[in-house]
């Protein structure tokens, strides 16, 4: 019979199993597989130059998305002003390594945007994320407008608050007010951190819209279950600029 110490090490062996994996009994949830991320981008505009930088990059975007594919580019209309917020999709970590590579040598790049823009900025911040497991990126058939939510969440990520928040999320899509573009976690950036992107067909439906799913049972049931694992929230209006793919 073996003896209660030789047991516990074999225990302890079969938890490590080999080197670079995790034994799948401690998973507690959908993990991240698909090596496709976004990154998300916030530029802070100086208030007078705003104009002057959309109309710079509407003439110039062509020379960035000849490097790496735009999902979508945005002004804050509420929940911040003087800001655009833009998506750029990446295969791999080593995919945008070469595209930052390739921007920084290329000329027209630089001479015909960059050294100009950069003047109009007074800040800038970006994200990594991902969509998480369960969701596919969505697009729009016609011209709207976009809500960003943002929740901070309790540790642990997708695994721990996934199944809640997607129940909470797909209440609010059966309500048909609003259609699903996606959802992120973040894995660089702020951390514990969930981008929900909605589309819809104005600011007035969406008003509308949310009033009635604010009465449905169903969404009110699924956000309560939810909200246990919520720390923090914020939203803003998004309006998709001439050149945004993303309508």
Same mark, same amino acid.
């Given at each position: 019979?073996?003896?209660?110490?030789?047991?516990?090490?074999?225990?302890?062996?079969?938890?490590?199993?080999?080197?670079?994996?995790?034994?799948?009994?401690?998973?507690?949830?959908?993990?991240?597989?698909?090596?496709?991320?976004? $990154?998300?981008?916030?530029?802070?505009?100086?208030?007078?130059?705003?104009?002057?930088?959309?109309?710079?990059?509407?003439?110039?975007?062509?020379?960035?998305?000849?490097?790496?594919?735009?999902?979508?580019?945005?002004?804050?209309?509420?929940?911040?002003?003087?800001?655009?917020?833009?998506?750029?999709?990446?295969?791999?970590?080593?995919?945008?390594?070469?595209?930052?590579?390739?921007?920084?040598?290329?000329?027209?790049?630089?001479?015909?945007?960059?050294?100009?823009?950069?003047?109009?900025?007074?800040?800038?911040?970006?994200?990594?994320?991902?969509?998480?497991?369960?969701?596919?990126?969505?697009?729009? $058939?016609?011209?709207?407008?976009?809500?960003?939510?943002?929740?901070?969440?309790?540790?642990?990520?997708?695994?721990?608050?996934?199944?809640?928040?997607?129940?909470?999320?797909?209440?609010?899509?059966?309500?048909?007010?609003?259609?699903?573009?996606?959802?992120?976690?973040?894995?660089?950036?702020?951390?514990?951190?969930?981008?929900?992107?909605?589309?819809? $067909?104005?600011?007035?439906?969406?008003?509308?819209?949310?009033?009635?799913?604010? $009465?449905?049972?169903?969404?009110?049931?699924?956000?309560?279950?939810?909200?246990?694992?919520?720390?923090?929230?914020?939203?803003?209006?998004?309006?998709?600029?001439?050149?945004?793919?993303?309508?």
């Amino acid at each position: 019979m073996l003896g209660p110490r030789t047991l516990l090490r074999g225990a302890l062996a079969a938890a490590r199993g080999l080197p670079g994996q995790v034994s799948s009994s401690f998973a507690t949830g959908p993990r991240q597989h698909d090596g496709t991320f976004y $990154e998300f981008r916030t530029y802070t505009v100086k208030p007078s130059k705003m104009k002057e930088f959309l109309d710079l990059t509407n003439k110039n975007i062509h020379l960035r998305t000849a490097h790496s594919p735009l999902v979508g580019y945005w002004t804050l209309e509420l929940g911040g002003l003087n800001k655009t917020f833009h998506i750029w999709k990446y295969e791999s970590f080593a995919q945008r390594t070469a595209v930052r590579t390739a921007l920084a040598n290329d000329q027209a790049w630089k001479e015909k945007y960059l050294s100009q823009m950069l003047p109009m900025l007074d800040k800038q911040e970006n994200e990594i994320a991902y969509l998480v497991p369960w969701c596919e990126l969505g697009s729009s $058939e016609k011209d709207g407008v976009y809500e960003l939510v943002t929740f901070n969440m309790k540790p642990g990520g997708p695994a721990v608050w996934g199944q809640s928040f997607k129940a909470a999320i797909n209440a609010h899509v059966k309500t048909g007010y609003t259609k699903l573009i996606g959802v992120f976690h973040t894995e660089y950036g702020n951390l514990n951190r969930v981008h929900v992107l909605w589309w819809s $067909e104005s600011p007035d439906s969406r008003a509308s819209g949310r009033h009635y799913a604010h $009465e449905d049972p169903r969404v009110v049931a699924a956000v309560r279950e939810s909200v246990q694992f919520l720390e923090s929230q914020q939203n803003c209006l998004l309006v998709p600029t001439a050149f945004s793919p993303l309508k």
